[in-house]
């Protein structure tokens, strides 16, 4: 909301500076958006009269004038204003201003021989408009010497201030002087609304019909009035805070909206058919064509004020387009309501129509302001447009709004943390318009004012299914016991500004902090740093993403489908992150950067359960290794993907040796060259592999894109068991190479795991170091050939017993995968 | 269709059905299509026909000709998949061998967000925060109502909340605006004392040069006995001279509104607007949103607030980071732009902790 300095001191009395007060408001809550001070641009600008205006000597379209700047000096001026002449007065501006219309500061120089030592102004060189087919005119008694933004009323600096969802008071001028004033920064000047003398029986009456559209509703016409634009003074003030004059009724309206925080609504009498205004709910098909000049569509859940012919207003939000006063009309009719703040709130949001009456119901209006705001409307109504007031017409009643609430002083401290005396607290609740109607030494209750519906509003509770009955009655009475308590705090806190309460660190809860993540988040914690540690730069990407490029990763529900997308191509909650990966990934090469090795810790969505919300670290290489002398560049391939998925799961404590690869990996993944990591039958912790081709094809990938996702989830938590002492014995370990030709369908996997149950005692590491396949070999055959490693326990082996435990390796490879020792 | 065109197409079915190959079916293309292809020649000599039988064989032509591209796609399809096949089974290798034991090499780094996440926990936790993490698809009873932000309420608005189709335990299913859910979990799940972070994604639909449509926040709560509005501003201040590395960083408090706490308050560290420079200056730079946690919170999940009372606060972790970093944009955190992440990254092996210094 706006309001302008000289608008804030017809209801606040202070000597405070425009600094002081603006400080103020943001410090007690209501934050102050910007102060726009036109004067200040303005300020180099005088008032000054042309004692003479003559043709310049050497050019043709110029004229030399005198000027008086009222300073006792008479300056040389040359001008090409077509309109300069001898006696006129206008704005002059010295060497040294500024000109905003043309961004230049002005030097005292010399044209066509003739001194030119201040200059002439028009509208559009001061900034203020687009006027510039001649020097600005003045009017014959405007002041010599004078500044000109003074004269003009110009001086008068606009605040906008962001008020909060709780302050419906506080869209108001008057409702930010009192805020001003209580906490200290001058005095409400009084107010009161003048006395109406009725002259007529109003020709309209209010009715009624459902209560959910309006309680309580006051409304007076006004006959013989003339409806012109309304003076300057109302419109300078309104256009200074953004509005558009449109008419002197219109203008009355917003005037009060915005002084008093009372939207007011005129009719015009002749417009409206019969002689009464329903208040009613609209029927299946109603529509309105409101004063926005757009027609709406009303729903059974929407308040209307309608006449015989049908809705002629949306309550509280916005008025008719064919009920509106316009210059013809000669009777209005004002109506001053009362409606729902959840009504006003749900229709405007329905209909998206956003009005400064919308804004102010749907916080709350004063209920005690019905009955002045109305005679105040119609003061200034027959004051401009003449004409006399009718009575009054009313419907329903007003609400019970009195409440009460108690503070107990020590809560300031104990809740606020600030030693407040009773008096001070006194003191700013009722310059806050709280009444005290008791206190002893411990604590005060007072009467709440009308205008505050946030304080002690009426107890709304959600509270969670499945609590224990006994503890949420005992919470919700608590509730009820310290809420409206709590209000007066932050009333008696704010006003004072919370920078007086001291500042105390947190106390220790213990002597050393215990961890704060628990297994599962510092698991999270591990993996990033294990992938980062591998080369992969770690993204952070939006959790959804197209939903034909998701449905190349997995499932995509309807249910995790976004009902509002912000565009079209970010609708599906994605199945992995690894989706994601790709799509960045893909941006990359497409700028030419084809090495790619990307990785995020994220979610992968299933369904909308919390257990189908699933932690996943996923990771892509793409294209090459880097370039190095020692280690060529190659593409990247599946193994890549393998290993850092297997770098993950043994950091986060997985035994290696009970994990499994499966063949089974999901569509994304090129069906021969990816895996499943399984820990046991059933869970699955990771899977990794070469991108389909197909989809790197769809997404403009290089074929050689290789990927993982480690679910962190299924990462069972490792057992947090002493380790066994180290085995270190005195002996040499033996190592002895061994290379059998197998069938190429047989996985190395197995072949490893018979040599290495050969001799369980005995055999410490068994490691792959060559693997062929080729024409030295029969067709369909490879050769895997592995190094085994002896550890004797207890003395040095013999040979015969090293030769022993060698055929018992080769028997068990050939029992488990048909593999027979190479000549 | 006359019998030499309907004998052209029975042909070309069975070189079509012949076709083994995708080389083979190019052959039969060629040979029906092609240049001087069977159906090409026959069109050509449609001009040699007198004009009354020319329309009607040109018809009976185009539709063979409709009707032998149609088969012959349908073919390529079949072939192509069959290649494809081929070819995947071709390349199958053995997905058991082990992985070479050296990683492939390149500098990776950690996510500025990630990193920012773990200062947070190294000062949270030394003054006894610990972290807890929830479901980015929420109920708007976690995110809205429980949080005394019922359906009507102007704040709604404010936050243009991501809706799902369907319910969650009854509730409407969104996408969580705030990780303020978390207080709700955790006063729901555990006993006071309570002092939590909760970081994590938000969502909101707003996309512009300063806002992006998925973002991260980090919550706190502390529910404990004896906790005032002065701890609150003791804790936030530790925190955020900490954070940025500056012993005297003006801290302001300045009164608001949240649904959620009462009194609420937000919160100005102070800045060069002009330079960027914190701590120095004299613009004021808002950074977070604090207050007293509300008796109805606290009373929604079961908690006597005559017993009970604590504070509550949050912040943008983007938002904290590009200011402490110095970063411009908030756009590039999202996109994966390599160029952009090796700059920003952190070092895994660095990791932030109090002892080396945050």
């Given at each position: 909301?706006?309001?302008?300095?000289?608008?804030?001191?017809?209801?606040?009395?202070?000597?405070?500076?425009?600094?002081?007060?603006?400080?103020?408001?943001?410090?007690?809550?209501?934050?102050?958006?910007?102060?726009?001070?036109?004067?200040?641009?303005?300020?180099?600008?005088?008032?000054?009269?042309?004692?003479?205006?003559?043709?310049?000597?050497?050019?043709?379209?110029?004229?030399?004038?005198?000027?008086?700047?009222?300073?006792?000096?008479?300056?040389?001026?040359?001008?090409?204003?077509?309109?300069?002449?001898?006696?006129?007065?206008?704005?002059?501006?010295?060497?040294?201003?500024?000109?905003?219309?043309?961004?230049?500061?002005?030097?005292?120089?010399?044209?066509?021989?003739?001194?030119?030592?201040?200059?002439?102004?028009?509208?559009?060189?001061?900034?203020?408009?687009?006027?510039?087919?001649?020097?600005?005119?003045?009017?014959?008694?405007?002041?010599?010497?004078?500044?000109?933004?003074?004269?003009?009323?110009?001086?008068?600096?606009?605040?906008?201030?962001?008020?909060?969802?709780?302050?419906?008071?506080?869209?108001?001028?008057?409702?930010?002087?009192?805020?001003?004033?209580?906490?200290?920064?001058?005095?409400?000047?009084?107010?009161?609304a003048p006395a109406i003398v009725p002259a007529y029986d109003s020709p309209l009456r209010?009715?009624?019909?459902?209560?959910?559209?309006?309680?309580?509703?006051l409304g007076r016409a006004v006959r013989g009035l003339r409806n012109g634009?309304?003076?300057?003074?109302?419109?300078?003030?309104?256009?200074?805070?953004?509005?558009?004059?449109?008419?002197a009724l219109?203008?009355v309206?917003?005037?009060?909206?915005?002084?008093?925080?009372?939207?007011?609504?005129v009719f015009d009498v002749a417009?409206?058919?019969?002689?009464?205004?329903?208040?009613?709910?609209?029927?299946?098909?109603?529509?309105?064509?409101?004063?926005?000049?757009?027609?709406?569509?009303?729903?059974?859940?929407?308040?209307?004020?309608?006449?015989?012919?049908?809705?002629?207003?949306?309550?509280?939000?916005?008025?008719?387009?064919?009920?509106?006063c316009?210059?013809?009309t000669t009777e209005c009719f004002i109506?001053c309501?009362?409606?729902?703040?959840?009504?006003?709130?749900?229709?405007?949001?329905?209909?998206?129509?956003?009005?400064?009456?919308?804004?102010?119901?749907?916080?709350?209006?004063?209920?005690?302001?019905?009955?002045?705001?109305l005679e105040a409307a119609t003061a200034m109504i027959v004051e401009l447009c003449g004409g006399e007031a009718s009575r009054i017409s009313?419907?329903?009643?007003?609400?019970?709004?009195?409440?009460?609430?108690?503070?107990?002083?020590?809560?300031?401290?104990?809740?606020?943390?600030?030693?407040?005396?009773?008096?001070?607290?006194?003191?700013?609740?009722?310059?806050?318009?709280?009444?005290?109607?008791?206190?002893?030494?411990?604590?005060?209750?007072?009467?709440?004012?009308?205008?505050?519906?946030?304080?002690?509003?009426?107890?709304?509770?959600?509270?969670?299914?499945?609590?224990?009955?006994?503890?949420?009655?005992?919470?919700?009475?608590?509730?009820?016991?310290?809420?409206?308590?709590?209000?007066?705090?932050?009333?008696?806190?704010?006003?004072?500004?919370?920078?007086?309460?001291?500042?105390?660190?947190?106390?220790?809860?213990?002597?050393?902090?215990?961890?704060?993540?628990?297994?599962?988040?510092?698991?999270?914690?591990?993996?990033?740093?294990?992938?980062?540690?591998?080369?992969?730069?770690?993204?952070?990407?939006?959790?959804?993403?197209?939903?034909?490029?998701?449905?190349?990763?997995?499932?995509?529900?309807?249910?995790?489908?976004?009902?509002?997308?912000?565009?079209?191509?970010?609708?599906?909650?994605?199945?992995?992150?690894?989706?994601?990966?790709?799509?960045?990934?893909?941006?990359?090469?497409?700028?030419?950067?084809?090495?790619?090795?990307?990785?995020?810790?994220?979610?992968?969505?299933?369904?909308?359960?919390?257990?189908?919300?699933?932690?996943?670290?996923?990771?892509?290489?793409?294209?090459?290794?880097?370039?190095?002398?020692?280690?060529?560049?190659?593409?990247?391939?599946?193994?890549?993907?393998?290993?850092?998925?297997?770098?993950?799961?043994?950091?986060?404590?997985?035994?290696?040796?009970?994990?499994?690869?499966?063949?089974?990996?999901?569509?994304?993944?090129?069906?021969?060259?990816?895996?499943?990591?399984?820990?046991?039958?059933?869970?699955?912790?990771?899977?990794?592999?070469?991108?389909?081709?197909?989809?790197?094809?769809?997404?403009?990938?290089?074929?050689?894109?290789?990927?993982?996702?480690?679910?962190?989830?299924?990462?069972?938590?490792?057992?947090?068991?002493?380790?066994?002492?180290?085995?270190?014995?005195?002996?040499?370990?033996?190592?002895?190479?061994?290379?059998?030709?197998?069938?190429?369908?047989?996985?190395?996997?197995?072949?490893?795991?018979?040599?290495?149950?050969?001799?369980?005692?005995?055999?410490?590491?068994?490691?792959?170091?060559?693997?062929?396949?080729?024409?030295?070999?029969?067709?369909?055959?490879?050769?895997?050939?592995?190094?085994?490693?002896?550890?004797?326990?207890?003395?040095?082996?013999?040979?015969?017993?090293?030769?022993?435990?060698?055929?018992?390796?080769?028997?068990?490879?050939?029992?488990?995968?048909?593999?027979?020792?190479?000549? | 269709?006359?019998?030499?065109?309907?004998?052209?197409?029975?042909?070309?079915?069975?070189?079509?059905?012949?076709?083994?190959?995708?080389?083979?079916?190019?052959?039969?293309?060629?040979?029906?299509?092609?240049?001087?292809?069977?159906?090409?020649?026959?069109?050509?000599?449609?001009?040699?026909?007198?004009?009354?039988?020319?329309?009607?064989?040109?018809?009976?032509?185009?539709?063979?000709?409709?009707?032998?591209?149609?088969?012959?796609?349908?073919?390529?399809?079949?072939?192509?998949?069959?290649?494809?096949?081929?070819?995947?089974?071709?390349?199958?290798?053995?997905?058991?061998?082990?992985?070479?034991?050296?990683?492939?090499?390149?500098?990776?780094?950690?996510?500025?967000?990630?990193?920012?996440?773990?200062?947070?926990?190294?000062?949270?936790?030394?003054?006894?925060?610990?972290?807890?993490?929830?479901?980015?698809?929420?109920?708007?009873?976690?995110?809205?109502?429980?949080?005394?932000?019922?359906?009507?309420?102007?704040?709604?608005?404010?936050?243009?909340?991501?809706?799902?189709?369907?319910?969650?335990?009854?509730?409407?299913?969104?996408?969580?605006?705030?990780?303020?859910?978390?207080?709700?979990?955790?006063?729901?799940?555990?006993?006071?004392?309570?002092?939590?972070?909760?970081?994590?994604?938000?969502?909101?639909?707003?996309?512009?040069?300063?806002?992006?449509?998925?973002?991260?926040?980090?919550?706190?709560?502390?529910?404990?006995?004896?906790?005032?509005?002065?701890?609150?501003?003791?804790?936030?201040?530790?925190?955020?001279?900490?954070?940025?590395?500056?012993?005297?960083?003006?801290?302001?408090?300045?009164?608001?509104?949240?649904?959620?706490?009462?009194?609420?308050?937000?919160?100005?560290?102070?800045?060069?607007?002009?330079?960027?420079?914190?701590?120095?200056?004299?613009?004021?730079?808002?950074?977070?949103?604090?207050?007293?946690?509300?008796?109805?919170?606290?009373?929604?999940?079961?908690?006597?607030?005559?017993?009970?009372?604590?504070?509550?606060?949050?912040?943008?972790?983007?938002?904290?980071?590009?200011?402490?970093?110095?970063?411009?944009?908030?756009?590039?955190?999202?996109?994966?732009?390599?160029?952009?992440?090796?700059?920003?990254?952190?070092?895994?092996?660095?990791?932030?902790?109090?002892?080396?210094?945050?």
């Amino acid at each position: 909301m706006k309001f302008t300095l000289s608008w804030l001191r017809e209801h606040l009395e202070t000597s405070a500076s425009l600094e002081a007060l603006t400080t103020t408001l943001s410090a007690i809550g209501i934050e102050v958006e910007g102060v726009e001070d036109r004067a200040a641009a303005l300020a180099p600008f005088r008032i000054a009269r042309v004692i003479e205006a003559v043709p310049h000597p050497n050019a043709d379209r110029l004229r030399a004038l005198r000027v008086d700047v009222g300073d006792g000096r008479e300056l040389s001026v040359v001008c090409g204003a077509p309109n300069a002449r001898t006696g006129m007065l206008g704005v002059a501006a010295l060497p040294g201003a500024f000109i905003p219309g043309t961004g230049i500061t002005l030097k005292a120089g010399e044209i066509r021989g003739v001194k030119s030592e201040a200059m002439m102004l028009s509208a559009r060189e001061m900034g203020l408009g687009e006027d510039h087919s001649g020097i600005v005119e003045l009017p014959a008694d405007a002041p010599v010497g004078e500044s000109y933004a003074r004269w003009a009323g110009l001086d008068d600096p606009v605040i906008e201030i962001k008020v909060t969802p709780n302050r419906g008071d506080a869209l108001s001028v008057r409702g930010v002087a009192r805020d001003l004033a209580a906490a200290g920064l001058g005095t409400l000047r009084p107010w009161s609304a003048p006395a109406i003398v009725p002259a007529y029986d109003s020709p309209l009456r209010w009715r009624i019909e459902d209560p959910r559209a309006c309680t309580w509703v006051l409304g007076r016409a006004v006959r013989g009035l003339r409806n012109g634009p309304s003076p300057r003074w109302l419109q300078d003030r309104l256009t200074a805070i953004g509005l558009r004059p449109i008419s002197a009724l219109v203008d009355v309206t917003n005037f009060f909206t915005f002084a008093l925080g009372r939207p007011l609504h005129v009719f015009d009498v002749a417009k409206v058919t019969g002689d009464t205004l329903t208040m009613r709910m609209a029927r299946p098909g109603e529509s309105l064509l409101a004063l926005n000049g757009r027609s709406y569509a009303l729903t059974e859940e929407d308040g209307v004020i309608a006449d015989a012919a049908g809705p002629e207003a949306l309550g509280g939000i916005i008025g008719g387009e064919h009920s509106g006063c316009d210059e013809t009309t000669t009777e209005c009719f004002i109506e001053c309501a009362l409606f729902d703040p959840v009504r006003v709130a749900l229709s405007g949001r329905r209909h998206g129509i956003v009005t400064d009456a919308r804004a102010r119901f749907e916080r709350g209006i004063d209920p005690g302001l019905l009955r002045p705001g109305l005679e105040a409307a119609t003061a200034m109504i027959v004051e401009l447009c003449g004409g006399e007031a009718s009575r009054i017409s009313e419907a329903g009643a007003e609400p019970a709004w009195r409440r009460e609430a108690t503070l107990r002083f020590a809560r300031v401290r104990e809740l606020g943390g600030l030693e407040l005396s009773p008096e001070l607290c006194v003191a700013r609740l009722e310059r806050l318009g709280f009444t005290v109607t008791a206190r002893d030494a411990a604590r005060v209750t007072v009467a709440v004012p009308s205008w505050r519906n946030d304080i002690a509003a009426p107890l709304h509770l959600d509270q969670a299914p499945g609590l224990d009955p006994a503890r949420a009655a005992a919470a919700a009475e608590g509730c009820a016991a310290v809420e409206a308590e709590h209000d007066l705090v932050e009333e008696v806190l704010r006003l004072g500004g919370l920078d007086a309460v001291p500042a105390v660190s947190l106390p220790r809860a213990a002597p050393v902090p215990p961890p704060a993540l628990d297994a599962k988040q510092a698991r999270a914690a591990l993996a990033r740093r294990v992938l980062a540690a591998r080369g992969l730069l770690e993204c952070v990407s939006y959790g959804f993403l197209e939903r034909r490029l998701a449905a190349l990763f997995g499932e995509t529900p309807e249910g995790l489908r976004l009902e509002n997308p912000i565009a079209s191509d970010l609708d599906q909650m994605r199945p992995t992150p690894l989706a994601s990966l790709a799509l960045a990934a893909a941006r990359n090469v497409a700028r030419g950067l084809g090495d790619v090795a990307l990785c995020e810790i994220g979610g992968g969505y299933r369904d909308t359960s919390p257990a189908g919300q699933l932690a996943i670290a996923a990771g892509l290489r793409a294209g090459r290794t880097p370039a190095n002398w020692a280690a060529p560049a190659r593409a990247v391939d599946a193994f890549d993907a393998k290993g850092d998925a297997l770098a993950v799961l043994e950091a986060l404590g997985v035994p290696m040796a009970a994990l499994q690869v499966t063949a089974d990996a999901p569509a994304h993944y090129h069906p021969g060259r990816s895996g499943v990591l399984r820990q046991g039958p059933k869970t699955v912790l990771a899977r990794f592999g070469q991108l389909h081709p197909q989809l790197c094809r769809v997404l403009d990938l290089p074929e050689e894109t290789v990927g993982f996702e480690i679910f962190l989830d299924a990462v069972p938590e490792p057992k947090r068991r002493r380790k066994a002492a180290a085995e270190m014995p005195p002996f040499q370990p033996i190592r002895r190479d061994f290379a059998f030709l197998v069938d190429a369908s047989v996985p190395a996997e197995k072949l490893l795991r018979a040599a290495q149950g050969a001799e369980r005692g005995l055999i410490a590491e068994v490691a792959l170091f060559d693997r062929y396949a080729g024409e030295r070999l029969p067709e369909g055959k490879v050769s895997l050939a592995i190094e085994v490693t002896l550890q004797p326990r207890e003395r040095t082996l013999t040979d015969a017993e090293i030769e022993a435990v060698a055929q018992k390796i080769v028997a068990a490879v050939a029992k488990a995968t048909g593999g027979v020792l190479r000549g | 269709m006359s019998d030499d065109l309907a004998a052209l197409a029975a042909r070309t079915e069975a070189d079509l059905a012949a076709a083994a190959d995708l080389r083979a079916l190019e052959a039969v293309r060629v040979a029906v299509l092609g240049k001087s292809g069977a159906l090409t020649g026959l069109l050509k000599g449609l001009g040699a026909l007198p004009a009354e039988e020319r329309k009607a064989r040109g018809a009976a032509l185009n539709a063979l000709k409709a009707e032998l591209e149609a088969a012959i796609e349908a073919r390529r399809a079949v072939l192509e998949a069959a290649a494809l096949e081929a070819r995947l089974a071709a390349e199958r290798a053995d997905m058991t061998l082990p992985p070479r034991p050296f990683a492939p090499g390149g500098k990776g780094g950690i996510h500025p967000i990630s990193r920012t996440m773990e200062e947070l926990t190294a000062i949270f936790g030394a003054m006894g925060f610990r972290v807890v993490e929830g479901p980015d698809v929420e109920s708007d009873w976690y995110n809205f109502a429980a949080l005394n932000i019922p359906d009507h309420h102007p704040a709604r608005q404010d936050q243009d909340t991501f809706y799902l189709p369907g319910e969650i335990e009854g509730h409407r299913a969104v996408l969580r605006t705030q990780t303020s859910p978390l207080q709700i979990r955790t006063m729901l799940a555990a006993s006071p004392p309570l002092r939590i972070i909760a970081p994590g994604r938000t969502y909101r639909a707003d996309h512009d040069a300063t806002h992006s449509p998925m973002f991260h926040q980090v919550e706190g709560l502390v529910i404990e006995q004896g906790i005032t509005l002065g701890h609150l501003k003791g804790c936030l201040t530790d925190f955020l001279r900490a954070f940025f590395g500056i012993a005297d960083l003006p801290v302001r408090f300045r009164s608001s509104y949240f649904p959620f706490t009462e009194p609420s308050m937000e919160v100005d560290i102070g800045w060069n607007r002009r330079t960027g420079e914190l701590g120095a200056g004299s613009d004021w730079l808002e950074i977070l949103g604090s207050g007293m946690v509300h008796p109805r919170v606290l009373a929604n999940c079961g908690l006597d607030p005559r017993v009970w009372q604590g504070f509550a606060f949050g912040m943008g972790i983007e938002r904290i980071t590009m200011l402490k970093h110095g970063m411009a944009d908030l756009r590039p955190f999202f996109e994966g732009d390599l160029r952009w992440l090796s700059h920003y990254a952190a070092s895994p092996l660095a990791p932030a902790s109090l002892h080396e210094g945050v």
